[in-house]
C-alpha cells in the first residue's frame, strides 16, 4: 500500500512538471496561444485515471496561481486564471478528469481503442469552458470567439490526441507494472 500512494504521489508530481514543460512549447498566434499544455493533459487523464489525473492538473494550476511561472509563455498568478485564458486553464482539471473517467468506466482490460472519443470528450470540456470564459471577459461574440479560439487549434488537438493515445498505450503497462496492477489506469479504484 505504500509502494502504491507513494507511487501515486510521484506520478501526480511528475504529470504536474511535464505539463508545466510541455505549456511551455507554444505558438503565439492570437489572445490564446498554441501550447503542448494540453498533450499533458490527455496523457494525465489517460495514464492516471479520473481523479489522479485530474490532481495532477489541479497542482500545475495551484503552482501557477501562487507566482510559479507555469503557464504558456512563463506566465503565473490569478491574473492569468482572470485573463482570456484563463478558462482554458480551468479547463484542463475537467478534461483530465472526463478523458480518465471515461477509459476507467468504458475501456476494460487496458484497451486503448477508444482512446481518442474518450480525449475529444476531454478536448470538448476545455473548449467550451475555455470559449465561454474568453466571450465573458473579453465581450467578444460567440462566432469570432470560435473563429480566434477553437477552430485555429482543432488540427493541433488532433495531433496531440493521436501523439497521446500512442503513449499511453505504450506506458501504460511500465506504469502498470512500477505500481504491480492490471487496473485500466494508475487511478482505479483507490
Same mark, same amino acid.
Given at each position: 500500500?505504500?509502494?502504491? *500512494?507513494? @507511487?501515486?504521489?510521484? +506520478?501526480? %508530481?511528475?504529470?504536474? #512538471?511535464?505539463?508545466?514543460? $510541455?505549456?511551455? =512549447?507554444? /505558438? !503565439?498566434?492570437?489572445?490564446?496561444?498554441?501550447?503542448?499544455?494540453?498533450?499533458?493533459?490527455?496523457?494525465?487523464? *489517460?495514464? @492516471?485515471?479520473?481523479? +489522479?489525473? %485530474?490532481?495532477?492538473? #489541479?497542482?500545475?494550476?495551484? $503552482?501557477?496561481? =501562487?507566482? /510559479? !511561472?507555469?503557464?504558456?509563455?512563463?506566465?503565473?498568478?490569478?491574473?492569468?486564471?482572470?485573463?482570456?485564458?484563463?478558462?482554458?486553464?480551468?479547463?484542463?482539471?475537467? %478534461?483530465?478528469?472526463?478523458?480518465?473517467?471515461?477509459?476507467?468506466?468504458?475501456?476494460?482490460?487496458?484497451?486503448?481503442?477508444?482512446?481518442?472519443?474518450?480525449?475529444?470528450?476531454?478536448?470538448?470540456?476545455?473548449?467550451?469552458?475555455?470559449?465561454?470564459?474568453?466571450?465573458?471577459?473579453?465581450?467578444?461574440?460567440?462566432?469570432?470567439?470560435?473563429?480566434?479560439?477553437?477552430?485555429?487549434?482543432?488540427?493541433?488537438?488532433?495531433?496531440?490526441?493521436?501523439?497521446?493515445?500512442?503513449?499511453?498505450?505504450?506506458?501504460?503497462?511500465?506504469?502498470?507494472?512500477?505500481?504491480?496492477?492490471?487496473?485500466?489506469?494508475?487511478?482505479?479504484?483507490?
Amino acid at each position: 500500500m505504500q509502494k502504491t *500512494s507513494t @507511487l501515486k504521489m510521484i +506520478l501526480c %508530481a511528475m504529470f504536474a #512538471a511535464i505539463t508545466a514543460v $510541455l505549456s511551455q =512549447i507554444v /505558438v !503565439p498566434i492570437g489572445p490564446v496561444p498554441i501550447s503542448l499544455g494540453t498533450l499533458a493533459v490527455f496523457c494525465a487523464g *489517460s495514464l @492516471l485515471g479520473s481523479r +489522479l489525473g %485530474a490532481l495532477s492538473i #489541479a497542482v500545475w494550476v495551484a $503552482l501557477g496561481i =501562487i507566482g /510559479v !511561472p507555469v503557464f504558456a509563455m512563463f506566465r503565473a498568478g490569478v491574473g492569468t486564471l482572470a485573463g482570456p485564458t484563463g478558462g482554458y486553464i480551468a479547463g484542463y482539471i475537467p %478534461a483530465a478528469f472526463i478523458t480518465g473517467l471515461l477509459i476507467e468506466k468504458f475501456s476494460k482490460g487496458g484497451k486503448t481503442t477508444l482512446y481518442p472519443v474518450f480525449m475529444l470528450a476531454g478536448m470538448a470540456t476545455y473548449f467550451i469552458l475555455g470559449t465561454s470564459w474568453f466571450v465573458i471577459s473579453t465581450g467578444t461574440g460567440i462566432w469570432e470567439a470560435l473563429m480566434v479560439c477553437v477552430i485555429p487549434f482543432l488540427p493541433g488537438d488532433f495531433l496531440k490526441i493521436a501523439a497521446a493515445t500512442v503513449l499511453a498505450k505504450r506506458l501504460r503497462p511500465i506504469l502498470h507494472t512500477m505500481a504491480g496492477t492490471k487496473a485500466a489506469s494508475i487511478g482505479d479504484g483507490s
